[in-house]
């Protein structure tokens, strides 16, 4: 696979740059690859398991002569470490992001980015419930898709970062930025704002219930576990930056939940089973689409899915 950057600086040493960084050595994608992280605990961590052919001590010398920067921060610190890095920022060079809202980020580190240096919004549909330096596979990536919100952005700069992404096993979808919010507020973000709030009620009635909750947990609360032990930081500043679509998007499900409500309620079997037909049939569509799989427990056991 040919090498796409030269050098490329991860800001940030969480679960997706390091996925990025093993793809990128598995394809042999960049030539350098330096990072950056804010806690001194981490960057001692990615020295010891050798994330990154080097790590610096700050994000300013970490994306000197970096010719591809990828944010890889919480969506509420992008626009300082945009700041920061700014006037380092080698002409002609590239600067990504991984957050999975884009109007916010866009707002936030825009303004920063200087006169002839490409900035391209990309969001990977990739992770799991598990964060840090060490968490991170070359796997993480594959057949999982990237969407790119490119804006204005030089085409010959965005062709490049989907190329970058491609070799690190992705497939890419451009996205107008409105829409891929609203998309991201329905496929992820109410999701996990649902699986936060069912792990909350079951841990309330746990307190009544003497443990059983947690002892004779099924699969379907195991799910709701499994998201809702994400990242914290993530997750708050997803929902304070995507305020609106994530309302849209629990506006809409309340009144769905409403009319099941009543259906059981007044034993309507016919509306209950013909919607969770419909369901059934998504969950199928998700599987032929080769974005999950059929197996028991969905493959994960002994695995990392």
């Given at each position: 696979?040919?090498?796409?950057?030269?050098?490329?600086?991860?800001?940030?040493?969480?679960?997706?740059?390091?996925?990025?960084?093993?793809?990128?050595?598995?394809?042999?994608?960049?030539?350098?690859?330096?990072?950056?992280?804010?806690?001194?605990?981490?960057?001692?961590?990615?020295?010891?398991?050798?994330?990154?052919?080097?790590?610096f001590?700050?994000?300013?010398e970490?994306?000197?002569?970096?010719?591809?920067?990828?944010?890889?921060?919480?969506?509420?610190?992008?626009?300082?470490?945009?700041?920061?890095?700014?006037?380092?920022?080698?002409?002609?060079a590239?600067?990504?992001?991984?957050?999975?809202?884009?109007?916010?980020?866009?707002?936030?580190?825009?303004?920063?980015?200087?006169?002839?240096?490409?900035?391209?919004?990309?969001?990977?549909?990739?992770?799991?419930?598990?964060?840090g330096?060490?968490?991170?596979?070359?796997?993480?990536?594959?057949?999982?898709?990237?969407?790119?919100?490119?804006?204005?952005?030089?085409?010959?700069?965005?062709?490049?970062?989907?190329a970058?992404w491609?070799?690190?096993?992705?497939?890419?979808?451009?996205?107008e930025?409105?829409?891929?919010?609203?998309?991201?507020?329905?496929?992820?973000?109410?999701?996990?704002?649902?699986?936060?709030?069912?792990?909350?009620?079951?841990?309330?009635?746990r307190?009544?219930?003497?443990q059983?909750?947690?002892?004779?947990?099924?699969?379907g609360?195991?799910?709701?576990?499994?998201?809702?032990?994400?990242?914290?930081?993530?997750?708050?500043?997803?929902?304070?930056?995507?305020?609106?679509?994530?309302?849209?998007?629990?506006?809409?499900?309340?009144?769905?939940?409403?009319?099941?409500?009543?259906a059981?309620?007044?034993?309507?079997?016919?509306?209950?089973?013909?919607?969770?037909?419909?369901?059934?049939?998504?969950?199928?569509?998700?599987?032929?689409?080769?974005?999950?799989?059929?197996?028991?427990?969905?493959?994960?056991?002994?695995?990392?899915?």
């Open positions: 696979m040919a090498q796409v950057y030269g050098r490329v600086a991860l800001i940030g040493l969480g679960l997706i740059a390091s996925s990025m960084f093993w793809a990128m050595k598995r394809g042999g994608v960049a030539g350098e690859v330096t990072g950056y992280a804010r806690s001194e605990a981490t960057r001692e961590t990615a020295r010891r398991i050798g994330l990154c052919d080097r790590v001590d700050s994000a300013e970490a994306v000197e002569g970096a010719d591809l920067v990828v944010l890889c921060v919480p969506v509420g610190a992008m626009g300082p470490v945009a700041e920061a890095i700014a006037p380092h920022l080698k002409p002609g590239t600067v990504i992001d991984v957050g999975s809202v884009k109007q916010s980020v866009i707002d936030a580190v825009g303004p920063h980015i200087p006169e002839g240096v490409h900035f391209v919004p990309t969001h990977p549909m990739a992770g799991t419930e598990h964060s330096p060490e968490s991170g596979f070359a796997e993480l990536f594959d057949n999982r898709w990237c969407l790119v919100v490119p804006g204005d952005a030089d085409e010959a700069a965005v062709a490049a970062v989907e970058y491609q070799a690190l096993g992705a497939n890419t979808e451009r996205m930025v409105g829409h891929h919010d609203l998309v991201c507020a329905v496929v992820s973000h109410v999701p996990h704002l649902i699986a936060y709030t069912m792990v909350g009620v079951a841990d309330d009635l307190r009544v219930s003497d059983e909750v947690i002892k004779f947990s099924a699969a609360f195991r799910d709701f576990t499994r998201i809702a032990a994400s990242d914290p930081t993530m997750w708050r500043d997803v929902f304070l930056s995507n305020k609106d679509a994530a309302l849209e998007i629990l506006g809409r499900f309340t009144e769905e939940l409403f009319a099941l409500q009543r059981i309620r007044t034993g309507d079997g016919d509306l209950l089973f013909d919607y969770f037909t419909h369901t059934r049939a998504i969950r199928r569509g998700i599987v032929q689409a080769g974005q999950d799989t059929d197996k028991p427990d969905f493959g994960r056991i002994g695995g990392r899915a």
